[in-house]
Every structure is written in structure tokens, then in C-alpha cells.
């Protein structure tokens, strides 16, 4: 369906590029432009298709993945919203397919963008290729920052941050859970499920974290901490 500057205007960093935009290239976003509405749990792209348009997303969430013919899974970031994905950027410049997955973690409401309003915009618009490129430094920054994690880190420090980021350390206190199965916290560090595993059943026979059906809960934060920076020392 057609989009108004208005709706884009609800975005905060949408509501930022169009102030910076001259009126010409706002007058193509409105032309061309297309809201979206995409259902939790859809594939928005496959490895080695090819990129029919540019995706803003203006709410919910889309998981971009890399999967190994062995099943294991990688977590390469998120998209929310005012952001893009980085993969579909270097595939409209480039022409080069699509080298993960995309996948809508939530119900998706996005702005679509055909190729050639794409190519437009690029050229003649400062404020959007600034937007395409800060979104393309940035993402590639938190890549480097992967990439460094998964190489460098210890498994089970960066196991212990992520339960105290997402529960021990999010001021609800001990006792929250975590709700997500192996499987999906082994994808979310880059590790094999049986290594999460392990740590984690070795943690509930020392009385850290307690195991549910697809759900971690700590139970002794402080000693989740303690785990943590022993192994960063």
C-alpha cells in the first residue's frame, strides 16, 4: 500500500532523514515508496536470492542468520526499527545474492523501496546515502564485534554476560528467565547447542541457573558475575 511522510514521520530516524532531505527526493519516497505488513516467523530472504528492493523496518524486528548444512545456526544481527539490513545494502550495490537469512522475529510493519527509487535517491540525495552508509558502518562495526567474540572469548564468559544481559543484569533481580531454548541461545553466541548445554547443566549442579522446558532461570546472579569475571581474567 502507498506510504505518507507522515507515517514515516513517526520513526524517529526516519523523522530525522526527511528533515534533512531536499523536497525532491522526499516527493520520490512518496511516490514510490510502499508500506509493508509481513507475519511473525516469515522468511524475508534466502542465501543466493536476489534483492528486489531496499527495506526499512518501522516496527517489530527481523533476525538475519547464517545456517551451516550441520543445522548450526548464527545470529548476525537484528533489525528494528529505523534500520536496515546491511545484507540487502550490499546487494543492491553490488548485485551479488542475498549470503544469510532473513527472518521476521515479530509481526513487521516496513518501508519498501523498489531498486531503481533505490538507485535514485542514492545519487542525487546527500541525506539518504548518509543513511545508507551510517547504517552500513554501523553494522559492519557490530560484525567485527562478533567475529572478535566468537574467535576470541571464552564460551563461558560470553554465556554468563548474555544471561546477565538479558536476565541477572537487568534490574528484575534473580529468579527471571530467560525464555529460549539451547538451541536459540547457542545461535545467538555462535557455539554448537551441546557446548551451551553442557555449561549450562554444569551451572544448575552448582546451583546458578535453574533449567526449564525452553527456559534458563538465574538463580544466583551474584555468582553468574563472579563466573564472569574469573574468566575474563
Known amino acids: 500500500m502507498p506510504v505518507s ?3 514515516l514521520a513517526e520513526c ?6 526527511l528533515a534533512e532531505m531536499a523536497q525532491q527526493a522526499r516527493d520520490v519516497l512518496a ?3 510502499r508500506a509493508v505488513r509481513v507475519a511473525a516467523d516469515t522468511a524475508l530472504f534466502h542465501p543466493g536470492e536476489a534483492c528486489t528492493q531496499y527495506l526499512i523496518v518501522l516496527e517489530g524486528a527481523v533476525r538475519v542468520q547464517l545456517r551451516a548444512e550441520n543445522g ?8 528494528g526499527p529505523g534500520q536496515t539490513c546491511v545484507l540487502t545494502t550490499m546487494a543492491l550495490l553490488s548485485g551479488a545474492p542475498y549470503e544469510a537469512e532473513g527472518r521476521t522475529e515479530t509481526d513487521v510493519r516496513a518501508l519498501a523501496l523498489p531498486v531503481a527509487a533505490f538507485d535514485e535517491l542514492l545519487a542525487t540525495s546527500g541525506a539518504f546515502r548518509r543513511f545508507v552508509f551510517s547504517a552500513l558502518a554501523m553494522r559492519i562495526s557490530d560484525l567485527m564485534h562478533l567475529v572478535g567474540q566468537v ?21 528484575r533481580g534473580e529468579g527471571c528467565a530467560l525464555r529460549m531454548t539451547h538451541q536459540d ?5 555462535g557455539a554448537s547447542r551441546e557446548a551451551v548445554s553442557r555449561l549450562l547443566k554444569g551451572w544448575e549442579r552448582q546451583g546458578l541457573v535453574r533449567l526449564g522446558r525452553a527456559e534458563v532461570r538465574v538463580v544466583d546472579a551474584a555468582g553468574l558475575r563472579r563466573l ?6
Open 12 to 17: 524517529a530516524p526516519l523523522n530525522t532523514l
Open 185 to 189: 541461545i547457542a545461535a545467538e553466541l
Open 5 to 7: 511522510l507522515d507515517q
Open 151 to 171: 574467535a576470541f572469548a571464552r564460551l563461558d564468559a560470553r554465556l554468563a554476560a548474555f544471561l546477565l544481559h538479558h536476565v541477572g543484569g537487568s534490574g
Open 228 to 233: 564472569l569475571g574469573n574468566a575474563m581474567d
Open 31 to 33: 511516490r514510490q515508496a
Open 72 to 79: 548450526r545456526e548464527i545470529m548476525l544481527y537484528r533489525v
